[in-house]
């Protein structure tokens, strides 16, 4: 397994994903907006923090607990910088916290 950044590269193999996802949802994107998106996705000027605060964190994440409940699995988790203040207001009143802290020693 190789993890790292997405490449121009990559859109021949991120693009099943992205169709199997349209076809779980009963959704269908255009091509022109699929491929725009790719574009956006890999533009490091993009301008996604002017939609903070707006709703759409929270949207997300329903919608993600959603389509956990039906598939159904047992919890949905993720992992938040603590200086994301903002974020974790937000996280604070739509989920619980674990009670654990992550330790680790970079080397």
């Known amino acids: ?10 859109f021949a193999q991120w ?3 992205g169709q199997s996802c349209q076809t779980i949802d009963k959704t269908q994107i255009a091509d022109a907006v699929t491929a725009k998106t790719w ?3 890999l533009d490091p000027t993009e301008p996604l923090p002017q939609w903070r605060g707006k709703g759409v ?3 997300l994440i329903e919608h993600v ?7 159904p699995a047992s919890r949905v988790w993720w992992l938040t910088h603590e200086t ?9 009143h739509i989920a619980d916290k ?4 992550q330790y680790r020693k970079i080397l």
């Open 1 to 10: 397994m190789d993890i790292r950044m997405a490449c121009d590269a990559d």
């Open 15 to 17: 693009l099943p994903l």
């Open 39 to 41: 574009a956006r996705f």
């Open 57 to 59: 964190g929270r949207a």
């Open 65 to 71: 607990y959603a389509k956990a409940a039906q598939a």
């Open 84 to 92: 994301n203040a903002q974020a974790m207001r937000l996280y604070d």
């Open 98 to 101: 674990s009670g654990f802290v």
